[in-house]
């Protein structure tokens, strides 16, 4: 599985960054808006279990499911201590049937949804678990990240400056990992797979002024810059109409009653 060798280094490389831990703070702040101690949610591609974690320690039961057994094997050492969070693999290319509608919410944080080149077969999974009025949502990986276009394109490298408006690229985490294909849907082409089952309640930008990952570390070295992109992201990336031109978009949507 392509995301195996991201696993041992993880929350080093990604999850401990502080622009990680703001933009995964904005996630948890909108998750917390839906979701309350008591509550049943589902995760698609829960990494090293740092969401699942963060919402059982606020009482809420967590099904956190991930395609990658390295990325599993270390969200169980992650929750070991939380009995509220119970780890699966699940895979969505292979999506299984059965289990009734009875979770007030699904989930996937930072870009699990792009993993796929069509979200209606998804939409209608979700929509036969989730409650009527429950919320699915979702940061997706934007097709027109404005970072990652002037970035790279201003140092030369117009393959990955444009890899986006091409609408799919390959990602392959190291040459001996195995490739995957990545898809960009818009925030209109996603709504409309989701639409014969829910609504769209709320979108917003996750990275419009601070950058895609792969930069991290430019900005993390300039602490003024880094403050000045912060302040900028926490007054501005919530406008919805800006959300596609940011890293992610956050998008919710409502099951229909």
Not at 51 to 78: C, F, P, Q, W
Not at 81 to 86: A, S, T, Y
Request: aromatic letters at 10%; proline letters at 5%.
């Amino acid at each position: 599985m392509a995301f195996d060798s991201l696993a041992p280094t993880y929350d080093q490389d990604f999850t401990a960054s502080p622009i990680a831990r703001y933009l995964r703070g904005r996630v948890h702040t909108r998750l917390s808006r839906h979701f309350r101690a008591g509550d049943h949610v589902f995760e698609l591609g829960c990494g090293t279990g740092e969401d699942a974690l963060y919402l059982a320690n606020r009482g809420i039961h967590v099904t956190a499911t991930d395609a990658s057994e390295k990325m599993l094997e270390a969200a169980r050492t992650k929750t070991a201590g939380n009995p509220l969070v119970r780890v699966e693999r699940l895979d969505l290319a292979a999506l299984p049937e059965g289990q009734s509608a009875d979770l007030n919410g699904v989930f996937a944080n930072f870009g699990v949804l792009n993993c796929l080149s069509d979200w209606r077969p998804l939409a209608s999974w979700v929509a036969e678990r989730i409650q009527p009025g429950g919320i699915a949502a979702f940061g997706v990986m934007s097709p027109l990240c404005l970072w990652e276009m002037a970035w790279h394109g201003l140092h030369g490298d117009f393959r990955t400056a444009t890899r986006r408006l091409r609408k799919t690229a390959t990602f392959q985490p190291d040459s001996s990992g195995e490739a995957m294909l990545i898809s960009y849907p818009t925030i209109r082409r996603l709504s409309r797979d989701f639409a014969p089952y829910f609504k769209r309640v709320h979108v917003e930008g996750i990275g419009l002024f601070l950058p895609p990952s792969d930069v991290f570390g430019v900005v993390e070295k300039r602490p003024r810059l880094l403050k000045v992109l912060m302040s900028l992201e926490s007054r501005f990336a919530s406008l919805p109409m800006l959300a596609t031109f940011a890293d992610h978009y956050w998008i919710e949507f409502q099951r229909f009653s």
